[in-house]
């Protein structure tokens, strides 16, 4: 099946510091990626559409400034972390959708522990 | 945000046991989809079920989807312990562009061999 990839798995950062999350789609193209944020033991909640060619739509409560995010090609969309705190320590993870679009496949996860 | 609660949050089964998770939403969908985490791993897919249909299966699993209630279930026969990890459901709503994903709070399961 399609697979999902996330660079780095795992960063540890100090406080201030800026953090780049790579998420690639290695065998499809993808326009559209997505980008969660999950807290041990809770749900993912979607952060950002990031669009190939134009700009990111970020859900409500979201800093764009905070968050950067970039669609560079059709298979690589990236996710920075701008002057990361200790509570921006969380598991992200994207995802893109496949064919149709029906479904999505996700990458196995970029866990940030800000200190 | 999130679309709705799962029930239970956790469960706790021997193997062998069926398991039944259920999912409720609040907004109209185009599908309902269900997807499973191991932990502190990426989501895989697991099954699709679209508002027109009421009923899936795939090898051990059973969907269920019920428009009226918004509500969905996902059973699993049959269980064994690899099925341990969490479970979630997530909507596809009618009024959205370009399958954004809701998802539900999740059930932990873990199958006890």
């Known amino acids: 099946g399609a697979v999902v990839s996330q660079h780095p798995s795992r960063v540890i950062c100090k406080s201030g510091t800026s953090v780049k999350i790579e998420c690639r789609s290695l065998?499809?193209?993808?326009?559209?990626m997505f980008w969660y944020r999950q807290f041990p033991k809770q749900s993912l909640m979607l952060m950002a559409t990031s669009n190939e060619g134009s700009k990111a739509t970020y859900e409500q409560g979201v800093e764009k400034d905070k968050f950067l995010i970039n669609h560079a090609s059709l298979t690589l969309s990236t996710l920075t972390v701008t002057s990361a705190h200790p509570e921006d320590s969380s598991f992200y993870i994207c995802?893109?959708?496949?064919?149709?679009?029906?479904?999505?496949?996700f990458g196995p996860g970029t866990r940030l522990l800000v200190l | 945000s999130q679309q709705g609660e799962e029930d239970p949050q956790a469960l706790s089964i021997q193997e062998g046991e069926n398991a039944t998770m259920n999912c409720s939403y609040k907004t109209s969908i185009n599908n309902l989809q269900w997807y499973r985490q191991n932990s502190g791993r990426g989501l895989v897919h697991l099954i699709l079920?679209?508002?027109?249909?009421r009923e899936k299966h795939s090898g051990r699993l059973r969907v269920t989807l019920d428009t009226s209630k918004k509500s969905s279930s996902l059973l699993i026969t049959a269980s064994r312990a690899a099925d341990t990890a969490s479970y979630f459901c997530?909507?596809?709503?009618?009024?959205?562009?370009?399958?954004?994903?809701?998802f539900g709070a999740g059930t932990i399961l873990r199958v006890k061999s």
């Open positions: 997530a909507t596809v709503g009618r009024m959205e562009y370009g399958n954004k994903l809701v």
């Open positions: 079920i679209r508002s027109n249909e």
């Open positions: 995802s893109a959708p496949y064919g149709v679009g029906e479904t999505q496949y």
């Open positions: 065998d499809f193209q993808a326009t559209t």
